[in-house]
Each structure stands twice: as structure tokens, then as C-alpha cells.
């Protein structure tokens, strides 16, 4: 297990999961002053010492059930926090060049939770997308999509660059396509790991009710905010 590394993290290329993503909320959310203002907060040392609490506790659950999952797969966990200033409260799940799940935190969702139960909850649902193979299987969605779309335009009398438009089209459409299955699916999964650490994750789910609500947006990336939380529910009601 290794410890929580506070410094500037490199966001490596791949599948990014947002916490905090502002699209086209279907219901009143933060105004642009408040999300402004949480962006701009900075942990204490009291937040920074209950983030390292919950690192510590949570992240050998994690790696025990990502073991369980797949034994051959990579559940040595890289937890990063960026402390770039005036990036929105947010954490990714990505891996490094070496395959190394790695997940990071932006120093403003330390500030912004608000409870253990809150970062705990985050943290396990960062993990799950590892556990649950999510940025193989966008990428494989994407290379369907890319190949249909590009297919299709080349069957169509298509040149170089519209068959290549249309691929790059049809990578963006299918590594969305699932998107918000792959969130509903980390949700459930985050919502064992949190609770096999200890902490409440229906309580920690409560922290969808403060970012904005993506709502039902066609092609979104995330789903609505009800559904994640009525998802967690149900899925700690059967634990």
C-alpha cells in the first residue's frame, strides 16, 4: 500500500471520471459565484489529515477486492492529490504508463466534502472504475465506434478525410455510449468498498445533492444525480 502523495499530479491520458461535471443541469444547482468560491478553497491540515484517514482505511479494502475480482490485474493504487489552485472539486481514475491504476484527487474536493463519509464514498467510487475495467472497455467501445462510423463513410464513397471525421465521430459516440452505465456500475461497486472500510455510503452519496445535476442528457457522460443516489441505496439496503 502505498501513501497519499500531495503534490502537483501529472493527469495522464486516459479515462477521466468527474465528480463535478457542470452540464446543463435540469434542476437549481450551485450559481458560477459558489462553484467559483469551492474551487478556490483550500484544505486545512484537519480536512488533509481526515483525507489521509480515509486513504489508509479504504484503499487495502480496495486493492483486497480488486484482487479478488482479478487476481492478474493491477490493484496497486497511486492516490494523488493535485494542488494546482482553482481547479474545480473533482478526482479521476486513469493509469500510468506502466498500467498502475492511479487516482487523483483536486486539493478543492479535500475542502469541499463534508464528512469522511463523503471522501470515502469518492475515493471507493474512483476505485471501482479501475475494478470494473471501465477505460478498456471505453476504449474498446471507442474502437467499434470508430470503425462502424469509418466504414460507413468509406462504403459511402467517402474520401481520406471524411472517412477520418467520421471515425473520430464514431470514437467519441461509442466511448460515451456506456458512460453512465460505468458510473451507475462504480456507484454500486464504491458503495461495497466504502462500507466493508467502515464508513456510511449511503451518507457519503449525499454528496451528489451539492454538485450540479447533469440530469438526462443525451450522449452525457454522467447520470442523474437521483439515480446515482437511489442506485447507492439499493445497493447498501442488500449488504
Not at 19 to 48: D, M, V, Y
Not at 158 to 180: E, Q
Not at 213 to 219: E, K, S, Y
Request: proline content about 7%; aromatic content about 6%.
Amino acid at each position: 500500500m502505498r501513501w497519499v502523495v500531495l503534490l502537483g499530479a501529472l493527469i495522464l491520458s486516459g479515462c477521466a471520471t468527474t465528480t463535478s461535471q457542470p452540464t446543463q443541469p435540469t434542476q437549481p444547482g450551485p450559481s458560477r459565484a459558489e462553484l467559483a468560491k469551492r474551487a478556490a478553497a483550500k484544505p486545512t491540515a484537519a480536512q488533509i489529515a481526515q483525507f489521509r484517514t480515509v486513504v489508509s482505511r479504504v484503499e487495502p479494502v480496495a486493492e483486497r477486492y480488486c484482487k479478488q475480482t482479478n487476481p492478474r490485474r493491477n490493484c496497486d493504487f497511486k492516490i494523488v492529490v493535485d494542488q494546482r489552485e482553482g481547479l474545480p472539486p473533482n478526482a479521476f481514475q486513469t493509469l500510468d504508463r506502466d498500467g498502475r491504476p492511479v487516482l487523483g484527487f483536486t486539493q478543492s474536493i479535500l475542502a469541499d466534502v463534508r464528512n469522511a463519509d463523503e471522501i470515502a464514498f469518492v475515493l471507493s467510487h474512483e476505485a471501482a472504475h479501475h475494478i470494473r475495467s471501465h477505460i478498456p472497455r471505453a476504449q474498446q467501445n471507442a474502437t467499434a465506434g470508430a470503425i462502424l462510423l469509418g466504414g460507413l463513410a468509406s462504403i459511402a464513397g467517402g474520401g481520406g478525410a471524411a472517412i477520418d471525421a467520421a471515425a473520430d465521430i464514431g470514437a467519441s459516440v461509442g466511448a460515451r455510449s456506456y458512460s453512465k452505465d460505468f458510473e451507475l456500475e462504480a456507484d454500486a461497486t464504491g458503495t461495497v468498498i466504502a462500507k466493508r472500510a467502515g464508513y456510511n455510503p449511503v451518507r457519503g452519496a449525499q454528496y451528489f445533492n451539492r454538485i450540479p445535476d447533469p440530469g438526462d442528457v443525451f450522449l452525457g457522460t454522467h447520470p442523474p444525480n437521483a439515480e446515482r443516489i437511489a442506485t447507492v441505496k439499493r445497493t447498501a439496503a442488500g449488504l
